[in-house]
């Protein structure tokens, strides 16, 4: 069994620690850059460390290279910081072998992979209904869904300008992030809010089925409420539209459909889990499978 030490940015540490295989892997620690993550000192100042440590040793990432893992896992976002922590461990004297979750997240999607099991289920049953997805941005998953479901009707929902100041106003008085208005939500450095309509359109394989709702929703969902869906994907990042769009769409689910909600464990989008947690507590609790990616996505079938 090999020794791993996990150095992680953003809190991917946690997320990444869920897929390691504990028969082959054994986790050690999580070594982190920021002070107010670490939890192995007596006394911070003098370097003095507890007798007993609660819960997973965090620690900065000297230390944990000092602890001479046979591996270390780099769960960053992007390949800049994934790189830095790498340069990090290497100036610690690491010589081991380095995994990058990254990479590996560029070649291999557990969401994806979820994704096309779950719409290839759907058909077999023959489930009747539409499809819909709530925050498409450049379509990277609609045409996906388009391709996968070709005959049936897709409804891409999205503000087209990014965030909502509605929506913005809200997540400020939760404090369920930093989000800003116009952001495009994707957390990767240099993306635009902003997509241009037939831009999107052209990526989708059987366009002659999509109805793009272009707009604040869930204004955009007023005239299809005589609608019913066998498969809704939600990656709205805000607490506001999440909510509304469980609202709108869990009633409207046939029996076995399915909404596939990203992000639910993000720490950085904190409003999904609450959204999730306020509808239950007006609704009552439903059925919430994980898929087992970095972000915590979850599906929620419709009984």
Not at 14 to 27: F, G, H, Q, R, T
Not at 138 to 164: C, H, I, V
Not at 233 to 262: H, K, N, S, W
């Amino acid at each position: 069994m090999k020794t791993v030490i996990i150095l992680e940015t953003d809190n991917l540490g946690i997320a990444v620690s869920d897929l390691l295989n504990p028969k082959e892997m054994k986790l050690v620690g999580i070594g982190n850059s920021n002070p107010d993550t670490w939890n192995v000192f007596a006394d911070i100042d003098t370097g003095e460390l507890k007798e007993e440590i609660e819960g997973l040793p965090i620690m900065p990432i000297d230390l944990a290279v000092s602890f001479e893992p046979d591996m270390l896992v780099i769960a960053a976002p992007d390949s800049e910081k994934s790189h830095a922590l790498s340069y990090m461990a290497m100036r610690a004297g690491f010589l081991n072998d380095i995994v990058f979750v990254d990479e590996i997240c560029d070649q291999f999607t557990v969401r994806g992979a979820a994704l096309r099991r779950l719409t290839r289920r759907l058909e077999t049953l023959g489930l009747p209904g539409a499809v819909a997805e709530l925050g498409c941005y450049k379509g990277d998953t609609s045409w996906q869904l388009n391709a996968l479901m070709p005959e049936r009707k897709l409804y891409l929902f999205d503000t087209m300008e990014g965030f909502d100041a509605r929506d913005i106003a809200k997540e400020n008085v939760l404090q369920c992030s930093d989000a800003k208005q116009g952001d495009a939500g994707t957390g990767r450095p240099g993306d635009i809010p902003t997509v241009k309509e037939d831009v999107l359109l052209s990526r989708l394989p059987s366009a002659e089925n999509v109805i793009l709702k272009k707009g604040w929703f869930p204004e955009t969902a007023f005239d299809i409420e005589e609608e019913t869906f066998a498969f809704v994907y939600m990656d709205a990042c805000l607490y506001q539209p999440t909510f509304t769009g469980l609202e709108f769409f869990f009633p409207r689910m046939v029996q076995g459909g399915v909404i596939m909600l990203c992000n639910y464990e993000d720490t950085k989008y904190r409003g999904i889990s609450k959204a999730v947690a306020d509808f239950e507590e007006k609704y009552g609790a439903f059925l919430i499978l994980p898929v087992g990616d970095l972000k915590g996505t979850v599906l929620i079938v419709h009984p």
